[in-house]
């Protein structure tokens, strides 16, 4: 695995997996990049790391990452992510996707416009009572006055339920429903409805769209998306930006100057007829 931030990272919204994801690639850098798929993320890809691992030299991975990234199935770059004291830092990525996309497609993505996939929820053992059910059921442990019928627990588990879908915790919530109870509780259903209800959390807020930037696969340097087709600058691809040519001075400022030039070429062919 590679240290935190590094490694392979899986970019969102690929399909499924197929025997021929990698056909439009020559068939080394076909099996290299089909390798590249299955491992899972965090791996470290450098091509330090995959020369230990695969057949190549570096020269050669090398060269079959870059004609991947060409490819549109991988970009480099950083992405700035927020840690767990509130700060943020800019943290070094390598996106993967099996499905090739086009630059116009990493652009997006470099942007934040590409919703991200939802994680897979936990396999929970099965179970007949939610959360919520359970959590409402054990109530009576805590504070006997407010035990509940089964049909209670029923009754109450949707409203309980909000509560987690907007991050309440279990402790939480427990403690917003047995904290100051009046003496004495003459409907525990009653009072855990009006609780649940009145002291409902907010909404979580919306999750910022994340920032990222590319960087060149040759000389490393950050850039905007559209300024790195196929994941390299333009220096790097040898293109120059092209400069304008001056504009040409006015008409009379012409013939003035080839009066010039003509007069000078006549003054020499004087001076060097003999007298």
């Not at 009754?155 to 403690?175: H, S, V």
């Amino acid at each position: 695995m590679a240290n935190p931030g590094y490694g392979k990272r899986a970019a969102p919204g690929q399909l499924p997996r197929t025997n021929h994801d990698f056909a439009h690639l020559p068939p080394r850098k076909a099996a290299i990049a089909a390798y590249l798929d299955r491992l899972p993320d965090g791996t470290d890809i450098s091509v330090k790391t995959l020369a230990k691992q695969l057949p190549y030299g570096q020269c050669a991975l090398r060269t079959a990452l870059n004609r991947i990234q060409q490819a549109g199935h991988l970009r480099r770059g950083r992405e700035r992510m927020e840690t767990t004291s509130g700060e943020f830092r800019w943290i070094t990525r390598t996106w993967f996707t099996r499905t090739a996309r086009d630059d116009g497609w990493w652009v997006t993505f470099t942007r934040g416009g590409v919703p991200e996939d939802a994680p897979e929820p936990e396999r929970a053992p099965p179970t007949t009572r939610s959360r919520a059910h359970i959590l409402l059921a054990a109530l009576g442990r805590t504070a006997p006055v407010l035990s509940l019928s089964a049909a209670d627990c029923a009754q109450l588990a949707p409203l309980a339920e909000e509560w987690f879908a907007r991050g309440a915790t279990e402790e939480t919530l427990l403690a917003a429903l047995t904290a100051g109870l009046p003496t004495p509780v003459h409907s525990p259903a009653a009072l855990l409805r009006r609780r649940l209800t009145d002291k409902l959390p907010p909404e979580r807020p919306a999750p910022r769209p994340p920032r990222r930037m590319l960087e060149c696969a040759e000389c490393r340097v950050p850039g905007r998306p559209e300024a790195l087709p196929g994941g390299v600058c333009r220096g790097c691809l040898g293109e120059r930006t092209p400069t304008r040519p001056a504009a040409l001075p006015p008409a009379p400022a012409i013939r003035a100057r080839a009066g010039e030039i003509r007069a000078a070429m006549s003054r020499k062919r004087q001076e060097r007829t003999p007298v």
